[in-house]
Each structure stands twice: as structure tokens, then as C-alpha cells.
T-cell receptor, first 113, second 112 residues
């Protein structure tokens, strides 16, 4: 089954404790993205990657890091999480080219205390 | 900077009562405009891609249209299962194809 998986699905942590949210896709897509979704602010793109070792900032990259060492994986790293990073996070993947749909993962709900 | 504004923020309809959702956008050269549906607690699901003014696409009770400044998602004779949040997104020609800007969404509730 074609899918994007994220782990963990739920995470409660404390300020400053480094964490990684994993994202994996099995569709051989070139593009992958991370978004955060907050009430009243919609979906905002954090980082995206157009292929292995090629990443670029989205609209809200501060406080986040990403890496793309393999085509199928695109982890999101919060080196020193803060309460304002409490949010619902989505990973997405897309086949390269114009107009192709993004396939979204199920989401990771992160709470930083 | 690319901007996407969706209206209304929330829409309540009776079953069978047709209506439209609006997505106004500001982008320097449109690569594509996308509509997604999002159910509570889930990731968005793709509905349509539109590329140029005058283009229309249909899927069951949904029809998306595009002008140079806005897109409409028309819902004909909606059913309760159409209740969801509908998201609009744009990609600009001047940016990488991986870069997307989303609106805040319209939450549709269809009452039986």
C-alpha cells in the first residue's frame, strides 16, 4: 500500500530535550516536505527536499533541522524544543514535476512543556 | 511573498443546499493551485490541481474553477459525508516545485 508513515504519532516532551520525528514514504517520490498546523494559522511549510541531499527552507524553518540521506526518509529534528513548537506536524511526499499531488502522513501531535 | 486567503472560515449547509468556497491568491506566476480535503485528525487528501485561468475540474459533487485571482470549489447537493475542512494551496513558478503555500481552510459542516 502506498503510504507516508510518521513516528511517533503522539509525543509529550520538555523544553530543551532534543527529539526527532521520522517520516518515510514507499512511493519512490523525489519531493518531501514537513508542515506544521496550528489553529487559525493553517498549514505552514517548515522545510522541503527535492531529492537526496537537497533541502530548502519553507516559511517557518526556525528551530528545526532536516536531513535527506535516503530517498525514502526525511526526519525532522528539533534540537532544543520550546513550547511554541507545540503543534500538529505533517510530512508529505510528491512525485517530481509540476502539479503533482502531495501525499500526507497521518500527523504527529507534539506537546512541549 | 505568496498569499492564499480562504473564505468563509466556516460554512454550515443543509444536506442538498449547494454553495461555493473561495480561495483568493496572490502569487507571482502560478505554477499550480491545489485543493485538498482534510478530515479531523487526519492528513489532507488531494482533490484537484488547476493550472490556468478558465480551467475547471470535477469530481462527484465537487467542481473547482480558476480565475487569475481566485479559485472556487463548488459543492452541489452536498451530503453529510462532505463535511470536512477544505484547503487551498499554490505553487509559484519563481520558486522550486517543492515549495507550497496553503490557506487556512474552510470548515464545511453539512447537516442531514
Amino acid at each position: 500500500e502506498a503510504q507516508v508513515t510518521q513516528n511517533p504519532r503522539y509525543l509529550i516532551t520538555v523544553t530543551g530535550k532534543k527529539l526527532t520525528v521520522t517520516c518515510s514514504q514507499n512511493m519512490n517520490h523525489e519531493y518531501m516536505s514537513w508542515y506544521r498546523q496550528d489553529p487559525g494559522l493553517g498549514l505552514r511549510q517548515i522545510y522541503y527536499s527535492m531529492n537526496v541531499e537537497v533541502t530548502d527552507k519553507g516559511d517557518v524553518p526556525e528551530g528545526y533541522k532536516v536531513s535527506r540521506k535516503e530517498k525514502r526518509n526525511f526526519p525532522l529534528i528539533l534540537e532544543s524544543p520550546s513550547p511554541n513548537q507545540t503543534s500538529l506536524y505533517f510530512c508529505a511526499s510528491t512525485l517530481a514535476g509540476t502539479g503533482n499531488e502531495q501525499f500526507f502522513g497521518p500527523g504527529t501531535r507534539l506537546t512541549v512543556l | 511573498e505568496d498569499q492564499v486567503t480562504q473564505s468563509p472560515e466556516a460554512l454550515r449547509l443543509q444536506e442538498g443546499e449547494s454553495s461555493s468556497l473561495n480561495c483568493s491568491y496572490t502569487v507571482s506566476g502560478l505554477r499550480g493551485l491545489f485543493w485538498y480535503r482534510q478530515d479531523p485528525g487526519k492528513g489532507p487528501e488531494f482533490l484537484f490541481t488547476l493550472y490556468s485561468a478558465g480551467e475547471e475540474k470535477e469530481k462527484e459533487r465537487l467542481k473547482a474553477t480558476l480565475t487569475k485571482k481566485e479559485s472556487f470549489l463548488h459543492i452541489t447537493a452536498p451530503k453529510p459525508e462532505d463535511s470536512a475542512t477544505y484547503l487551498c494551496a499554490v505553487q509559484a513558478i519563481r520558486t522550486n516545485a517543492g515549495k507550497s503555500t496553503f490557506g487556512d481552510g474552510t470548515t464545511l459542516t453539512v447537516k442531514p
